[in-house]
């Protein structure tokens, strides 16, 4: 029952608030009446006797305001009547309204295609049971110590291996890329997934003597088969061994999923050569923490590793491995396990981006509370409460962030697509759902009551009496009180503004130096006249002897083409890819520290020729260097420094040890050093390499090369030749696209481009919005100061002396933001130094160029104001007095 | 009789609408005057301070208004108690009676 009446009021107070106004309207008269009767009757004056009714009554007005404020649903009454009011006030103000609302849209937007790509690579779980207690470990193992492991750990519950792998599979005679997974018997039970079709793959599939099958994905079972049941029990091939579907389930991966999956016992047959380790995920046993149970498999890790196979591991190798540590990740989330260092540059980034822009709304908002002074005295004089005026104030903030919060999804879902580039090659959707929603919604409220209070408590500190009699004028601009700019609220958030936009310029013109430093680096080949394929005769099952002749038939059709000067090809494609080996050399004493490490790569005769390699001693590859012949080496001139001295490396012998170790090896030449990776301090690449005949290479690194033709003409008219030369042998080999080595180059920058183009595009979007906030506090400065000016002018003040002025004004407020920008840039770049190239992060150069161009654009944004100020005409100016 | 006007205690004035309108409908400046008369004029209400309290526990339910006409023919708006409010009026009763008899036993205690 009163819940009933209670709604009725609501509704009766929301929907017929006039009726209502009216009814107290009319009450609040008939008790004034009623009073000054009573007055009357005790015998006053009826003047007297009204004034003593009024008096008696208290403020008619605040009577009201009171029982509003009891009535139930008051204040989303109040929001209501805020909202329109604040709207109304936003269409007389659509200059400073688009402004705010873009300014915002734009901080809420990056911030929204940030966090919705964090959610999405980071921070969701699988929807699978309990995906908390899943945990991939962060080293690979080889098959066999995956087993061992198996047997050996306590700390999960349950185990299983997985691995991605290219594959190409033969579907009703046609062949197709697809992407295979490699997944031990227990993978689908341990991640509880069930089939949607048929079965999954069980313990007994991932037996060697099982008949070979298959499982589908679900999309792919949607994509390529429509859905149709029929799938089970067909045959398809793989690496053209035939494999019976046995059932369709759902894959639950952030990376790109796999299409087709396959027993890991196939993991030998059918993976690329060099690929013989695989991922292991696990379910932590109850009760046990994650460093717990990193101590226990480190320890079995350890033990494995030192007793691999015939231990033909180096002193060096063996002194690393108790460095070698197990440290689990959560694989129960998203794709990506770490929040790589570009993807926080990024979020730090549009983080202060936000920051500039909440200062330049609220800048704008103070110059606006300014102007709208003797609204609010008004309000105030007449009974509203200065926490109701705040709240007004806030709510009118907080529906202009909204507006932009809106914007900011559109904006966010076309940066989305920007950013997702950015962090992996295979670009992710970005798709805005309701936690993005959520975000969003959350950030734009508390950006609303973030730039919204300050000038809201600000703007309602009003003395009401000069307030009120100002106004006459309009906004507060009348005295003559010397405007000497006192250091504000206002100029404060701008020197802010201009220091958080110069701190993003320095970074942003830090990388953008680096990746000049990087595309101007001598890598020592020569990269534009190289055309490259991938050529992958594994991948339909071609073994070591029938792959080399294939390779030796197209390397001679290749340089029979016109317009070919040289054709060759390598394991290794320069700049992607590297290949570690330790080696040991006669009469070479390692020191104690000393890894003997190079870098090397497997090359077909002319390799050095094509790329226009200097071959300083010695001979090129030959094909008589067959696979049976003795073992040839070619080194770099870094290397035969290193380990040569003076003595002339050619004739002499050295050994590859470690993982496919070999007997001695025979240099037959030296060659200049080429940079293969811009960064070679992370994988101990390094300028000291040896390369070896294709022929003479271990069993892991066959299997697919990298065809090199050196031509005078462009890859478009090339490629075609190419192409066709490559499946003239075999229509069925799998070949990549042809390709520039100019382009493999500038591929690796790929990401240090998209990073400067970014952290570059939002330091600008910083700088225009610390411009536009700057503008328009001296603007606003020089329409108070009108009349002080004009005073001076009739005095006798110069025009020129005018400008100067204003314009020191201005630039004193930018050589602070530019003080504060330096201050903090010099804290922060040191942040970005991983990503910097042959760069200090307090590269003085960059420091200087950035604090002027922003100087000079502080000085374009004062020169308007200052012109105007200029022009004041003092006549105009006085006649207002 | 303390002729001396006392500031009500928090809570209270609730308790003396309500119970002045038992005897029957009433007009906001009449309860203003009832609760004068029948706490003996030791809670004098301003007629302004008693505006909000009625339009609060008329969205309770605990008491209905209505427009009609006073005394002196002049149109005013009546107060009447609804079922909900005699019974609210008899648990604040209830609540008042055991705050003043632990007060009046606090102050016994020696």
């Known amino acids: 029952m009163p819940l009933f009446v209670k709604a009725r009021s609501l509704l009766r107070n929301l929907f017929l608030s006039r009726r209502a106004e009216v009814d107290l309207d009319e009450e609040v008269r008939s008790h004034l009446e009623m009073l000054t009767e009573e007055n009357i009757r005790a015998g006053m004056p009826p003047r007297e006797a009204q004034r003593a009714a009024r008096i008696e009554l208290g403020g008619i007005e605040q009577v009201k305001e009171q029982v509003r404020e009891e009535r139930i649903g008051n204040w989303l009454h109040s929001v209501m009547s805020d909202c329109r009011f604040g709207v109304r006030q936003f269409r007389k103000n659509p200059g400073f309204t688009s402004v705010a609302i873009l300014t915002l849209a734009l901080g809420i937007g990056a911030n929204t295609a940030i966090f919705s790509l964090i959610d999405q690579v980071v921070l969701r779980w699988l929807p699978i049971k309990h995906p908390e207690q899943l945990f991939e470990l962060n080293q690979d193992f080889l098959l066999s110590d995956f087993e061992k492991l198996i047997a050996r750990t306590h700390s999960f519950s349950r185990i299983f291996a997985a691995d991605d792998g290219p594959m190409i599979a033969g579907i009703d005679g046609a062949s197709q890329n697809v992407r295979g997974k490699f997944v031990s018997g227990s993978y689908h039970s341990v991640m509880g997934i069930d089939a949607l079709l048929g079965r999954v793959i069980t313990p007994q599939d991932d037996q060697p003597a099982s008949p070979l099958v298959c499982v589908l994905s679900y999309n792919f079972w949607k994509n390529r088969f429509a859905l149709s049941p029929e799938v089970l029990g067909r045959t398809i091939t793989l690496k053209r061994i035939p494999f019976t579907i046995i059932g369709v389930a759902p894959e639950f991966s952030r990376e790109p999923s796999a299409d087709i999956l396959v027993p890991m016992v196939t993991h030998p047959q059918l993976a690329m050569k060099d690929n013989a380790s695989v991922r292991v995920f696990g379910r932590l046993k109850p009760g046990l923490n994650e460093m717990q149970a990193n101590a226990e498999l480190t320890l079995v890790y350890q033990q494995i590793l030192n007793e691999s196979p015939g231990n033909h591991l180096t002193p060096a190798q063996q002194r690393v491995i108790p460095e070698k540590k197990i440290r689990l990740r959560p694989a129960g989330r998203g794709g990506l396990y770490r929040f790589s260092t570009q993807l926080r540059i990024v979020a730090a980034v549009v983080g202060m981006l936000l920051l500039i822009a909440c200062a330049n709304v609220a800048s704008l908002l103070v110059a606006r509370g300014t102007a709208r002074q003797r609204e609010l005295a008004v309000r105030l004089a007449i009974g509203a409460g200065r926490w109701r005026l705040i709240r007004q104030l806030l709510t009118e903030n907080i529906f202009l962030a909204f507006m932009a919060g809106c914007l900011g999804m559109l904006l966010a879902f076309w940066l989305g697509q920007l950013l997702s580039a950015l962090i992996s090659e295979r670009p992710t959707p970005v798709s805005p759902d309701m936690r993005v929603l959520g975000f969003t919604a959350a950030v734009s409220l508390l950006t609303g009551v973030f730039f919204g209070l300050l000038p809201a408590l600000r703007a309602t500190r009003v003395n009401l009496s000069p307030a009120l009699k100002e106004g006459a004028f309009g906004a507060g601009s009348s005295s003559l009180r010397p405007a000497r700019s006192h250091w504000g609220l206002g100029k404060s958030l701008v020197a802010a503004q201009i220091g958080l936009s110069l701190t993003l310029l320095i970074g942003a013109g830090l990388l953008l130096r680096s990746l000049q430093h990087l595309s101007k680096v001598d890598v020592g080949f020569d990269r534009e006249n190289v055309l490259v394929m991938w050529v992958l005769p594994t991948m339909v099952g071609y073994d070591s002897p029938k792959e080399y002749s294939l390779c030796w038939q197209l390397l001679d059709r290749l340089s029979a083409l016109p317009g070919v000067q040289s054709a060759s090809l390598s394991r290794l494609q320069l700049f992607s890819g590297f290949w570690s080996r330790t080696v040991s050399i006669p009469g070479y004493t390692s020191g104690a520290q000393e890894e003997m490490r190079v870098s090397c790569n497997t090359t077909a005769p002319k390799f050095f020729a094509t790329f226009g390699i200097p071959l300083l001693l010695g001979r090129d590859f030959t094909p008589a260097d067959s696979a049976t012949a003795p073992k040839v080496a070619i080194i770099s001139e870094s290397m035969a420094r290193q380990y040569f001295r003076d003595e002339n490396p050619v004739g002499n012998h050295f050994r590859f040890t470690g993982e496919d170790a070999t007997g001695d090896v025979e240099i037959v030449g030296v060659v200049k050093d080429i940079l293969t990776e811009f960064r070679d301090e992370e994988y101990n690449r390094s300028p000291r390499a040896a390369y070896i005949p294709f022929t003479q290479a271990p069993p892991t690194m066959t299997g697919q090369a990298v065809i090199e033709v050196r031509t005078a003409a462009s890859a478009r008219e090339m490629a075609g030749a190419i192409r066709e030369a490559a499946q003239a042998l075999d229509k069925n080999l799998p070949v990549g696209t042809v390709q520039t080595q100019d382009e493999v180059v500038s591929r690796s920058l790929g990401e240090a481009r998209s990073l400067s183009g970014l952290t570059a595009f939002f330091g600008l979007a910083a700088l225009l919005l610390a411009a536009i906030g700057l503008y328009g506090t001296m603007a606003y400065s020089v329409g108070q100061r009108t009349r002080e000016i004009g005073i001076r002018m009739a005095l006798g003040a110069k025009r020129q002396s005018i400008l100067n002025m204003v314009l020191r004004e201005g630039m004193i407020l930018a050589a602070v933001g530019l003080g504060v920008g330096m201050t903090m840039g010099a804290a922060l770049t040191r942040l970005l130094s991983s990503q910097l190239y042959n760069l200090s992060a307090t590269d003085p150069w960059t420091f200087t160029a950035v604090s002027m161009f922003l100087m000079a654009v502080a000085l374009v944004a004062c020169y308007i104001p200052a012109r105007r100020a200029m022009r004041v005409d003092p006549m105009e100016a006085l006649r207002y007095e | ?110």
Do not use: C
């Open chain 2, 1 to 110: 009789m303390n002729s001396e006007p006392t500031t009500l205690l928090q809570g209270t004035l609730d308790l003396l609408i309500l119970k002045s309108l038992v005897g029957g409908e009433m007009h906001g400046l009449g309860v203003s005057r009832r609760i004068q008369q029948i706490t003996g004029g030791t809670f004098v209400v301003k007629p302004g301070s008693l505006f909000p309290a009625p339009h609060r526990m008329e969205e309770e339910g605990w008491i209905s208004s209505f427009w009609g006409e006073s005394e002196n023919n002049r149109r005013a708006k009546y107060y009447r108690l609804t079922k909900p409010g005699t019974k609210q009026l008899e648990v604040e009763t209830k609540r008042w009676d055991r705050i003043t008899g632990a007060i009046a036993q606090a102050l016994e205690a020696s």
